[in-house]
């Protein structure tokens, strides 16, 4: 894994590699969706919203599923989505936060892309978060104690991802740029083992 918090790198620098499909992942309000267009532009590859994909395929809204069908369907659902989407051509894809904490999913996230995890703080999310009336989990408690309880979940696991990002509270092309130099240093040290494994 990469962890990075290095500043500001240049963002649309053709020479990073893209093997595969990179696959951002974190709690909701880190950033996924916004910083993965922003990426897709940047590589030149289609961007796709895992929740939106979902919506599609249901015919209805994230959370009129989690009310109608419960979240268990709600994985379910986006088990089969995400891993149709990985069947495609290269693509920059913005899973749901609780897409990589579901086994099967997060074998196939591991299995077929480079993921990145968005880390944000708390407060970070809560701002972000608040900005929209759509979370379903936030709405059966306090918001602040619901995103403590699922960073201390689910931190520990977005932190087998590939690389590790933290999420910035400024112009998104910040946070942008981290993507990019995470992913340089990650696919030159696979770069590197690669030559030494070839080597023995």
């Known amino acids: 894994m990469v962890d990075t918090s290095l500043e500001a ?11 595969r ?25 289609p961007f796709v919203d895992a929740d939106k994909e979902i919506e599609a395929a249901a015919g209805c809204s994230v959370e009129d599923i989690f009310t109608a069908h419960g979240e268990a369907a709600f994985r379910e659902g986006e088990r089969r989505v995400i891993a149709r989407l ?16 579901d086994p099967a999913t997060r074998k196939l996230i591991r299995k077929h892309t480079t993921s990145v995890w968005l880390r944000a703080d708390v407060d970070l999310l ?6 929209r009336d759509n979370r379903p989990l936030l709405k ?5 104690e619901i995103l403590g309880r699922l960073i201390s979940e689910r931190h ?15 112009p998104p092309e910040a946070t942008l740029a981290r993507v990019v130099e995470g992913l340089h240093h990650f696919h030159d040290n696979a770069a590197a083992d690669s030559v030494r494994s070839v080597a023995r």
Do not use: H, N, W
């Open 126 to 131: 809560l701002r972000r978060t608040a900005r």
């Open 156 to 170: 520990p696991v977005y932190a087998e991802a590939d690389v590790t990002v933290d999420s910035v509270d400024g």
């Open 21 to 45: 499909t990179i696959a951002l992942v974190g709690l909701m309000g880190a950033g996924k969706s916004c910083i993965g267009r922003l990426l897709a532009g940047a590589l030149g590859l």
């Open 9 to 19: 790198a240049d963002a649309g620098d053709s020479a990073l590699p893209v093997p």
């Open 140 to 144: 059966r408690g306090d918001p602040r």
């Open 86 to 101: 990985l069947t495609q051509p290269k693509i920059v894809l913005a899973t749901g936060g609780g897409a990589f904490m």
